[in-house]
């Protein structure tokens, strides 16, 4: 099967006429499936559905196409298909329609659609491999290989967020700090636990970049006065800014055991930005909860 080039939308999606019918989509569809959407200008429930089945027919990397058909300027196709209300979605396969819904429907089923219509979802499933092989590749340090891995998903899909999230993580890793915050931004106000955790490592490197290159003076402060508690949540900031998040975690559990209101609570809010950070399954957050628990409630 010959798929067109999903790099340019012309490929993919097109407006159709009477005219074109038999070429764009009866003749089309021998090659491929091909979506035809039945629509009008004046149409309030076309309106939704067509950006809807657009981005849906994008993300299908050219296993399908997609007509739109106004019905007010060409009747004769909707007549024949007995086109009664709008949108009306038809589909394609073999010169002969196949399946189809009316109105407007979810995302969800728009691609269930798409899926059953092109005989299953392979991308979604080299997507679901390179994000297993991106975080696994992160695990390992192995910042190439995950940039790799996360920039082929987002080739396929710009707006996944597990790759998004991914990718700045790989940025924050190897320094580049500006990037990271700008590769997150496309992920725009995402509440995913992975954009949650990127988004505590650029508050935690943030709030550490002052005192990063001073961890030896601080340590000498607090090895000299135990009870420098200002001097010790500098030292754990500076340890998380570097990426050592659990001495950070024990610095500043030694602050909430001597005095657990600390400045308003400083280093357990710091503990829960780290914790978030390092991500809520991971052994340190994990460790990290249970030890400051035990403190509070004993």
């Not at 299908?60 to 106004?70: L, Q, Y």
């Not at 780290?274 to 035990?294: N, Q, V």
């Amino acid at each position: 099967m010959s798929f067109a080039d999903p790099a340019n939308p012309e490929d993919l999606i097109k407006e159709g006429s009477d005219a074109s019918f038999m070429t764009d989509v009866v003749e089309a569809s021998r090659r491929q499936p091909v979506i035809v959407d039945f629509w009008a200008p004046w149409c309030g429930p076309c309106r939704t559905l067509g950006p809807a089945l657009e981005k849906a027919v994008r993300a299908a990397r050219g296993a399908v196409k997609m007509i739109k058909i106004d019905v007010d300027r060409n009747p004769a196709y909707a007549g024949q298909l007995r086109v009664q209300s709008i949108p009306t979605v038809y589909a394609f396969v073999n010169g002969q329609p196949v399946d189809g819904f009316q109105g407007s429907i979810p995302e969800s089923q728009i691609k269930a659609f798409i899926d059953k219509l092109t005989g299953g979802s392979s991308a979604d499933t080299d997507m679901a491999q390179l994000l297993s092989l991106g975080a696994e590749s992160l695990g390992l340090q192995d910042w190439g290989g995950a940039a790799q891995a996360y920039a082929e998903v987002l080739a396929m899909d710009p707006e996944n967020i597990k790759a998004i999230a991914g990718l700045s993580r790989v940025y924050l890793a190897t320094g580049d700090a500006d990037q990271a915050r700008q590769t997150l931004a496309m992920a725009g106000d995402s509440q995913d636990p992975d954009v949650l955790s990127a988004r505590a490592q650029i508050r935690l490197l943030e709030a550490g970049a002052g005192a990063a290159g001073e961890t030896a003076t601080l340590r000498a402060k607090v090895a000299a006065d135990p009870a420098d508690h200002a001097s010790r949540f500098e030292l754990a900031r500076a340890l998380a800014s570097t990426g050592a998040l659990k001495a950070a975690v024990d610095e500043l559990l030694t602050i909430v055991q001597a005095d657990r209101e600390w400045n308003d609570q400083a280093a357990r809010r710091e503990l829960l930005t780290i914790f978030e950070a390092a991500g809520g399954g991971s052994d340190i957050a994990r460790d990290g909860r249970r030890r400051l628990s035990s403190i509070l409630f004993a």
